[in-house]
């Protein structure tokens, strides 16, 4: 089948784009072609349409959500609004699918994160205009994000994220999610778990160092005593990282470093400023170090190397995973693949989903305790343990969140939607 993805953004490093692609990998390898309709597409990714006024940074979408959400006071005219800017976006998705003869749409979790409202009613009148059996990837809803709770526009929301229809089949990451969309909406869903390749040779170079990423750690300034603490995560605060500079606050170790390999700014900038301010009182050496990577190597005009988030990895001496909320969460099974010693918050869904495998991870619960300095210093300074631990990490991921698996689940989700 021509299977196309829908979503506002489908590029860098964000969870959504990372996951979006492990899903065409496994889909090619199953036979199909994959094709991408995104408000910002990377130019080495597969073929498609970039149409930039889906992009849930577009100022008619931003400025849309800016009257929907923070308030209840009613709107006479935004639902009109809202349907005026989805009729162009209907006709764009209409057109990609004609000229690329799509047979299966997967929209990426704009049914379920209300960050472009006009595409969200564009792609369900989409969805129930043509028949086409769809598959939507939800990622996150809007009754888990703070931030959409308050809003003017409740039955719109209820309408269309998610939407319900006959040829529509949702796919969820967690078993909350699941839960709670049955609860809420009444609707059912197939829990697919966010994966990694666990095959040998799924990162391109395999994982190690080598030629290019030799120099990673004298290029973002470490020495060679220095400890790569790895923060993998975008700069958003629901990422907790406040928790990691409190850690290497308490180590009180000046050869730790804090590495943040993400960028800020989906949320603004205040929160890495917060967390910039913060350190510097704390006495611990945070560096910002985003620019330097990419989802894929390569060398700028004026010699400057841009690493992939895989030579992070390869370089760490500890990653630090402390989000408070999180999907599902991707760093966590990159840190096991690459085999790197991890602290990690108990969210809710590592709870409920993760760490009942039987990971072996320095556990926090909300906070920093004098147990999890001393678990993490132990940690660092016994070679043994950390290769025990990694290890074992690696044969539960292999489990139960490789490729392999998500090809079983896939094809079960794909034959009960074409069935319809």
Known sequence: MNIGFISTRLAGTDGVSLETAKWATVLRRMGHQVFYCAGELDPDGPPGRLTPEMHFDHPLAKALGGRAFGSTAPDPTLLYDIATAAAPLRLRLLDFISEFHIDLLIPQNIMAIPMQLPLGQAVGQVVEETGLPTIAHNHDFYWE??????????????????????????????????????????????????????????????????????????????????????????????????????????????????????????????????????????????????????????????????????????????????????????????????????????????????????????EIGGKITDKDVAQVRDLLADSARRKHMTEHNYRLGQEHFSFERLEKLLRGLMENTVRL
């Not at 909350?176 to 966010?194: I, M, Q, S």
């Not at 973002?220 to 220095?226: S, T």
């Not at 602290?343 to 495998?357: C, F, K, Q, S």
């Open 145 to 362: 994000r703070e931030r959409f709770r308050v809003n003017c526009i409740p039955k719109f929301l209820d309408t269309y994220f998610p939407f319900s229809a006959p040829n529509l089949r949702h796919a969820v990451i967690n078993s909350l999610a699941k839960r709670n969309l049955k609860a809420r909406r009444g609707l059912d869903a197939t829990v697919v778990p966010n994966v990694f390749d666990f095959a040998p040779s799924a990162v391109k170079g395999r994982p190690g160092t080598d030629d290019f990423n030799a120099d990673l750690r004298e290029s973002i300034g470490l020495d060679d005593d220095d400890l790569f603490i790895l923060q993998p995560t975008r700069v958003v605060a629901r990422k907790g990282i406040e928790l990691s500079i409190e850690l290497l606050r308490r180590l009180d170790d000046p050869r730790c470093k804090l590495i943040i390999t993400h960028h800020a700014g989906d949320e603004g900038l205040d929160y890495l400023h917060k967390l910039q301010a913060m350190a510097d009182e704390a006495g611990v050496d945070l560096r910002y170090e985003a620019h330097r990577f990419d989802p894929t190597r390569r060398t700028e005009l004026d010699g400057r190397k841009v690493y992939a988030l895989w030579d992070a990895y390869v370089h760490a001496d500890l990653v630090t995973y402390p989000s408070l909320i999180e999907g599902f969460g991707n760093a966590l099974i990159e840190a096991v693949y690459f085999r790197c010693p991890t602290l990690v918050n108990r969210y809710p869904v590592y709870a409920a989903d993760i760490g009942p495998l039987g990971f072996d991870f320095v």
